[in-house]
């Protein structure tokens, strides 16, 4: 008896599952976008999950009940179904691939962070201020880091959309200290800040073994304590 109410349970289990992917229109969840290998590959790093697929439908529908999921390709040739755990900007130009993928959600807005045309960084901005340690802790936190600025035109672009709108932003924590080695800059991940003397601020960095962590102060960059409070911003990825 328990046998047959046991398969029954299974059967409206996957009755509903069936019903439930059939019905449900793919284009209103997902936008499509046709990827090369080398992005494939860089879609392969964020692997969530990969399960037996029936339908492209059925390989959307896990994905948009999966919560970690943003993009997913459906490998009708092996019958299987991945889920990733980053989606795809579909501002690049990904027309050239012939890989389908589809993508949840498409803007950094989306995930309630704020774009930037000149870098795929998505940026959140945090008005509570904190130390450097723990801006950059609360930006971890968040599975991102302190903002690394890379280029003036990233810095430029911070700015435009950081202090231009909210002047008590004139002083942010950004990516990067001398922790280690006074006078030696290097990013959240170890690897060398070299920055022209466009990115300082005249006379800056001048703080010596005081001042080691980095600050971005009206427009330029200066060597700050790093016990000083102040309000951060912190970037993340979300797409490949
Ligand atoms: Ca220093």
């Not at 795929?120 to 903002?147: I, Q, R, Y």
């Amino acid at each position: 008896m328990s046998k047959i109410f046991g398969l029954a349970t299974f059967f409206i289990y996957f009755l509903g599952t069936i019903v439930g992917f059939l019905g449900f229109e793919r284009s209103i969840w997902f936008h499509k976008a046709f990827i090369n290998g080398s992005q494939l590959s860089s879609l392969q790093n964020h692997l969530h999950l990969e399960t037996a697929s029936l339908s492209e439908n059925h390989c959307a529908y896990r994905c948009l009940e999966n919560q970690v999921c943003i993009s997913f390709i459906d490998h009708e040739s092996s019958g299987t179904c991945q889920l990733f755990g980053l989606g795809v900007d579909i501002r690049s130009k990904t027309s050239s691939g012939t890989i389908t993928a589809y993508t949840k959600q498409v803007t950094c807005e989306d995930f309630g962070y704020v774009s930037l045309n000149s870098t795929k960084k998505c940026l959140k901005h945090h008005h509570v201020p904190l130390s450097w340690m723990d801006a950059n802790n609360t930006c971890v936190s968040e599975g991102g880091n302190l903002f690394s600025i890379t280029s003036l035109d990233m810095m430029e672009e911070v700015l435009n959309i950081t202090f231009d709108k909210d002047s008590s932003f004139m002083l942010i924590h950004v990516d990067g200290n001398d922790l280690w080695r006074e006078g030696n800059w290097s990013y959240h991940d170890g690897s060398s800040v070299s920055f022209s003397p466009l990115f300082w601020r005249p006379t800056e960095p001048n703080g010596g073994m005081n001042e080691n962590c980095l600050g971005l102060l009206n427009g330029t960059l200066c060597d700050i304590n790093c016990w000083l409070s102040a309000k951060f911003v912190c970037e993340r990825y979300f797409f490949i």
